[in-house]
């Protein structure tokens, strides 16, 4: 291999400033700016930082770019809570980048010493260079704490030609694919490709495929009438508000709506009522009053207690017979629902530590409501970052989702931005309709295809009456699951390792044939 590419392609200093662009960029190509092509130029540039570095000098690159990445991504944190959590945040998942970086670098390094080849160059190279990254956001989406799979390279493609992709490979696929383009045409560019044009078919065929593949056809299985309320109440953290508050705006955006006819069910959002009507004779007259004059059950949700434990709990009320069921959210929100070893961090923050009184437990029961003239899949606001929590509403008989969500507490932020693109990504990942309502805004009703067609305008109270198509059938995203990350991290992570030992093997070779060359004579006669 030509000793100008076993170099770096830039000095440390210029590449931390590239790798700190690339942050930035690729936080543009997210919801917010929502410019999607940025996001590949923000990977281009990452791995452009990464090419010739040493272990050492990719961890302080790496980290450079993640910390960019996430203060800008999840800046919204900081919005109430200041910037400790902020901070605390970002740098955890920047530490993550960082070891990816490295394994990344390592790749570069590696692969190339393995085997000269070209196509090794262009198609291998560039398959386990996204292996990798998908290893890395694996790790993030995993711990600590249960992960924080947010701002994940497929997440920012909910309206890019590439969306589609998901419905059969999923989010960890759709960001292999999007790594693998990109590293491909870096390796494409280093290696002259425009000398031999045919070098240019993988990467060419590759973004064809997925720009113009259609999503996985689901079988339409009928329509639902949901009447889906915002309230708008004071809602958040540090709303000034008594108990019944967001019950009572609940109740009165919700009025103009009673006298509709023919509606199947009524979905109110996260938080939507303060007060728990299993517990409270007053609240459960009024969700018995809501359903019998809809003609129609009631999704709602609240907290609840059982043994001195607290869950966020969604239930489905009918008239007369109360909550009939029941999904307690799986994934609450680390130092936002509870405090993981609260002894520790209560040390180091007590005044913030203090402000989460009331922990929650993560629930155990599916995410599926039985409607009678559906069964809907369900998912409480994070939850639906959380990829085995939607493909089981799938596998159990899902046919529409109901995503019910508070944003209160980032009021003005990027926030419901992005978890509304990820609510957009599970319609097509899934095949199926969403309604995601929340108490503040953005609420929409969105089609499999991940279009929307009903809205209600953010921090306005509001009501939507929408016909939702429902969908059978698995999408081969649901169908294989997790089985797609499995096979990408354990291909990265024994690629990798294959690349280490055919490089050594291969130095080693170079070792033995330089040493017998040195010890021959000039005609080649081995030496005394």
């Known amino acids: 291999m030509p000793e100008n590419l076993q170099r770096p392609v830039l000095p440390t200093w210029a590449a931390v400033l590239v790798a700190i662009a690339g942050g930035a960029v690729y936080d543009l190509g997210f919801p917010g700016a929502s410019a999607w092509p940025l996001a590949f130029l923000g990977i281009a540039l990452a791995l452009v930082s990464l090419i010739g570095r040493s272990s050492w000098s990719a961890l302080l690159v790496g980290f450079a770019f993640g910390l960019t990445f996430y203060l800008l991504q999840v800046s919204w944190t900081s919005l109430y809570l200041g910037p400790v959590p ?51 956001e694996a790790a993030t989406g995993s711990v600590p704490y249960g992960g924080f799979p947010w701002g994940r390279a497929a997440l920012s493609q909910s309206e890019s030609p590439f969306a589609d992709v998901v419905s059969w490979i999923g989010s960890t696929g759709l960001s292999f694919v999007m790594v693998a383009i990109v590293a491909a045409l870096i390796e494409w560019v280093r290696l002259r490709g425009w000398r031999d044009l045919r070098t240019a078919v993988p990467v060419a065929a590759v973004i064809l495929v997925a720009m113009v593949i259609p999503a996985w056809p689901t079988t339409p299985n009928g329509e639902l009438t949901v009447a889906s309320v915002q309230g708008d109440g004071p809602s958040g953290y540090f709303d000034e508000r008594s108990p019944g508050d967001v019950l009572a705006e ?40 809501l359903s019998e004059r ?12 059982l043994d001195e434990k607290f869950f966020n709990t969604s ?24 405090i993981p070893d609260r002894w520790f961090y209560e040390s180091l923050a007590p005044d913030l530590v203090g402000l989460i009184q009331r922990g929650y437990t993560p629930g155990t029961n599916p995410p599926v409501f ?3 003239d559906a069964v809907t899949g369900l998912a409480i606001c994070f939850d639906v970052i959380y990829d085995e929590l939607i493909w089981q509403g799938a ?11 508070n944003n209160a507490d980032f009021r003005g932020t990027d926030e419901n931005q992005q978890q509304l693109a990820i609510a957009r990504l599970r319609a097509v990942e899934t095949g199926r309709s969403v309604v995601n309502i929340s108490t503040v805004g953005t609420s929409q009703v969105i089609d499999p295809t991940g279009r929307t067609i009903d809205s209600l305008p953010a921090y306005k109270p509001g009501a939507m009456v929408t016909e939702v198509e429902l969908r059978e059938g698995l999408t081969p995203a649901v169908a294989i699951g997790g089985g797609i990350p499995f096979l990408v991290i354990i291909s990265a992570v024994g690629g990798l390792i294959a ?26 006669r081995a030496g005394s």
């Open 86 to 136: 902020w901070l605390a945040l970002s740098f955890l998942e920047s530490t993550f980048v960082a070891a990816g970086a490295v394994l990344i670098t390592l790749a570069y390094r590696w692969l190339p010493q393995a085997s000269p080849s070209r196509w090794v160059r262009l198609v291998w190279l560039p398959l386990l260079v996204a292996g990798l990254w998908c290893v890395r």
């Open 499 to 524: 690349a280490a030992v055919l490089a050594k093997r291969r130095a080693a070779a170079a070792w033995f044939a330089s040493t017998r060359r040195s010890s021959a004579d000039p005609d080649g």
């Open 370 to 372: 039985d409607l009678g």
């Open 395 to 405: 596998r159990e008989g899902a046919e529409l989702y109901m995503f019910q969500t």
């Open 250 to 289: 609940q109740l009165e955006a919700t009025e103009p709506i009673l006298d509709e006819s023919g509606v199947d069910v009524l979905l109110w959002p996260e938080g939507g009522s303060d007060v728990d009507p299993m517990r409270s004779t007053e609240a459960a007259r009024i969700f018995d009053s």
């Open 315 to 338: 239930l489905l009320w009918r008239a007369g017979e109360g909550a009939v069921a029941s999904y307690d959210k799986r994934n609450p929100v680390p130092f936002g629902e509870y």
């Open 294 to 305: 809809l003609d129609a059950p009631v999704i709602l949700n609240t907290v609840t207690s």
